[in-house]
């Protein structure tokens, strides 16, 4: 497969110079693979991935100005095809590697702790912050109420996994969800742009100087709940960290309660993309907990 996506750079580069290349193995939705060491190619596994990754190309060149970390600027695109395989966009490598809780746990001084807090919601910020009924219109995005969202949620669980989740298991996620959406926070949320995948694997740093070095794969942006950003934080590096971050970010406490019920959610969506996807790791990566 690999040298079958080498073969689909060329023939639309043919000017690029490929000396050497190997895949990345982190990516669920996308083979990625770098190339010179020094450029990052991404071709969606799915078909639905393909219109994914036309919308994050667009996304990236509306907020390129307007975000200041480093984040993907696709030079390399193919998009003339509806096959997978033969669809890609290609980008300059941003330095770095993923933020991962190990990695995190490691640092002991607070200070370098509060300053890698600060680059995360000051990205955040950045992003929730660009005015929302002008990008919806320009980038031509869904506006999907969180609760409407969590309700489609809630169904697809309930009749794509129940079937596979003990008794005990199904009460439990009855209770939150029924929570969740019957409650205030989720009534009074209002959406904006967002990352939607904010973890670990998607934050890059540099060990040394210890900083973050740019945010990657935004196929999950769109609008919706900025607390949703937050649960990725608060499931990679755990509760600490969280609210290191949330309390450097405008009215934090206001959207906790809807990063923890997010949080809680993101097993099963894992496991549902692995049925939906037949990735078979996936499904079971999520489901685990709940048989």
Request: proline fraction near 5%.
């Amino acid at each position: 497969m690999v040298h079958q996506y080498i073969e689909t750079i060329k023939l639309k580069y043919p000017d690029l110079t490929i000396q050497n290349y190997y895949p990345n193995e982190i990516g669920q939705n996308n083979d990625v693979l770098i190339i010179n060491n020094s450029l990052v190619f991404r071709f969606p596994k799915y078909k639905q991935g393909i219109s994914q990754l036309k919308k994050e190309t667009e996304l990236l060149e509306y907020i390129k100005n307007i975000i200041t970390i480093s984040i993907p600027n696709p030079a390399y695109r193919s998009f003339e095809s509806v096959i997978p395989g033969e669809v890609f966009t290609g980008y300059k490598l941003i330095t770095g590697v993923p933020l991962w809780k190990d990695s995190l746990q490691n640092i002991k001084s607070n200070e370098l702790l509060k300053g890698l807090a600060l680059q995360l919601v000051t990205f955040l910020v950045e992003l929730h912050s660009i005015p929302k009924e002008k990008a919806k219109n320009d980038l031509n995005l869904n506006d999907n109420h969180p609760i409407g969202e969590m309700s489609n949620l809630f169904n697809r669980i309930q009749n794509k996994l129940f079937p596979l989740m003990r008794k005990e298991a199904q009460k439990e996620v009855i209770q939150s969800f029924k929570t969740f959406l019957n409650g205030e926070a989720a009534l009074n949320s209002k959406t904006t742009l967002i990352h939607g995948d904010f973890g670990a694997s998607n934050i890059l740093w540099n060990p040394k100087p210890e900083s973050i070095s740019g945010i990657i794969d935004f196929g999950g942006s769109g609008l919706g709940d900025p607390a949703y950003d937050f649960a990725g934080i608060l499931s990679s590096y755990g509760g600490a960290f969280f609210n290191m971050c949330i309390e450097l970010y405008p009215n934090g406490n206001e959207i906790s309660e809807r990063v923890k019920f997010y949080q809680s959610t993101f097993a099963l969506q894992e496991a549902l993309h692995g049925l939906e996807n037949n990735d078979q790791q996936a499904f079971e990566n999520g489901i685990k907990a709940y048989r």
